[in-house]
């Protein structure tokens, strides 16, 4: 009986951590802040800044998953905001450049100094911090909805 428990919690662990992650859409998700700060002054939108952990973190994976690949959320960014993915892999096979880990932890001193996971900050061009939001279990057009609300107050 013991055996059975441990083989089939040493199936689930694996299946959360070997779950193919979906890569965000290059074009329309920036990886460098200054980037995305000439690209949201230009265009003149906000910057949401998504820091998260894409492959250890399960609240991460299910706003990565529920959320910011949907259809729904991709269109309405194209036309509201500069996406910037802030992401920190834990998984060898997931590293990222040393350079690009750099920008992130310094991304992070300067908006997410708590360390929480996933989390969502929306700035303006300014960078002043609009507001934030964590995963929900909610729909795309529930979450747009919720990003609506903090931009409506800017």
Not at 35 to 49: F, G, Q, R, T, V
Not at 52 to 73: A, H, M, T, Y
Not at 92 to 102: F, T
Request: glycine share 2%.
């Amino acid at each position: 009986m013991k055996a059975t428990l441990l083989v089939l919690l040493s199936l689930s662990f694996s299946t959360l951590f070997s779950q193919k992650i979906t890569p965000l859409d290059s074009m329309l998700w920036l990886t460098n802040y200054e980037s995305a700060m000439a690209n949201a002054k230009e265009n003149n939108k906000p910057i949401i800044l998504v820091f998260s952990g894409s492959d250890w973190c399960k609240p991460c994976i299910k706003l990565r998953e529920n959320i910011l690949v949907s259809q729904e959320f991709s269109n309405w960014a194209k036309e509201n905001a500069v996406l910037l993915s802030l992401d920190f892999p834990r998984q060898k096979k997931n590293a990222l450049p040393e350079a690009q880990v750099a920008h992130n932890e310094k991304m992070a001193e300067k908006f997410n100094k708590n360390g929480v996971f996933p989390i969502v900050i929306i700035i303006d061009q300014n960078e002043k911090v609009l507001g934030q939001l964590n995963y929900m279990d909610i729909t795309p057009e529930e979450y747009i909805k919720k990003m609506e609300e903090i931009l409506s107050t800017k």
